[in-house]
């Protein structure tokens, strides 16, 4: 398809997106983005979408950075706020990634308040996942476990699995501030069977790792040291040097 129709390889590239991210695929969607971003040179949604995808995959994070803004901005162009508020979730992300907690904070924030505008349920959980992200991270577990417990009721009845991993994973997280191992060691588990269920394999070295921890605070130290054992040797697997 890319030789005989480059907009439409591009097209669907950018459509591809949330499946190489799920699946772990980062080589391929980046390569296959890249591809179609040089040899188109058009400024519409279609460009957008691929830059958009392309942060979500690209492992270079400072790349991910120029890639997701330059999004934003044609999002902002073309008039589209739903692809917008898509492409600010992936920025707060990536800034998250690269150390800018507050700026990503302020990122999720505002992304959660143009969700609720537009009365859009999986953007609403995407931003409350990333605001909890941000708190968890800073230790203000108090301020994120409400919304931890409204992603958790919000996506029982849905197909969003991506949020209701999320949703598992925040509400074990702030089990595991207050000490709580054996509540964090239940939503954590779930967290983890949920990932099994989709094959999300980078997200689930990730839950196996949290579960580790797990372990570790009821006493059970030596099941800690192989799931860390575990972990590392996948992310070695995968060239990944840190946590995700």
Partial sequence: LQPRDP???????????????????FAEGTRRLEVGLASVAEEGPRTARALTSLGMVDPDETECLSRLEQAIELWLE?????????????????????????????????NLELARRLGHHALVSHS??????????????????????????????????????????????????????VFAEEHRLRALETTL???????????????????????????????????AAKWNEFDVSHAP
């Fill in 7 to 25: 907009l439409r390889a591009l097209q669907l590239a950018g459509a591809l997106g949330w499946f190489w991210a799920a699946r772990s695929h």
């Fill in 78 to 110: 073309v008039g589209d706020e739903t692809e917008l508020a898509t492409a600010r979730d992936g920025l707060g992300w990536t800034l998250y990634v690269c150390g800018e907690k507050s700026r990503a904070l302020r990122v999720f924030e505002q």
């Fill in 128 to 181: 409350i996942a990333g605001v909890c992200q941000i708190l968890v991270a800073t230790g203000e577990f108090e301020r994120a476990e409400p919304l931890a417990r409204e992603l958790h009721a919000s996506t029982r009845e849905s197909e969003d699995v991506q949020n209701m991993v999320a949703a598992d994973h925040y509400l074990s997280d702030c089990a595991m501030g207050r000490c709580d191992y």
């Fill in 197 to 231: 269920k989709i094959g999300d394999v980078l997200q689930q070295t990730i839950e196996v790792l949290c579960l580790g921890c797990a372990a570790a605070g009821l006493g059970r130290d030596e099941d800690a040291l192989h799931l860390e054992g575990a972990v």
